[in-house]
């Protein structure tokens, strides 16, 4: 009984171990943050596309339309999800959001 005990605490320690590394490893996207709070009225949605592909899905409205783009990492542990909106007229980003979420 002792011994399943030890071994279920190990591997609980051990699944902790892999989430906490899979949370801290870099992104997929890079350091995407800082690069999009800079990008904000500059970037288009040429080079957004240039940059990372085409984007896992899109919607669009009659003004603006927003783009997401998701990768998974750390095994699949780790999804991360960058939103970024363009307007419709000159396609450039005028907002971001990024999630990084475990168990996704």
Request: charged share 25%.
């Amino acid at each position: 009984m002792r011994t399943i005990l030890l071994r279920a605490k190990l591997l609980l320690a051990l699944l902790l171990a892999v989430v906490v590394l899979g949370c801290a490893g870099p992104s997929r996207f890079g350091n995407i943050e800082q690069i999009l709070a800079m990008e904000v009225g500059r970037m288009t949605y040429e080079q957004a596309l240039d940059r990372w592909g085409e984007p896992t899905s899109l919607d669009k409205g009659d003004r603006l339309f927003t783009a997401l783009w998701e990768r998974q990492r750390s095994g699949g542990l780790v999804t991360e999800r960058v939103f970024l909106t363009f307007d419709n007229r000159n396609q450039v980003m005028r907002s971001y959001r990024y999630y990084s979420k475990p168990f996704e």
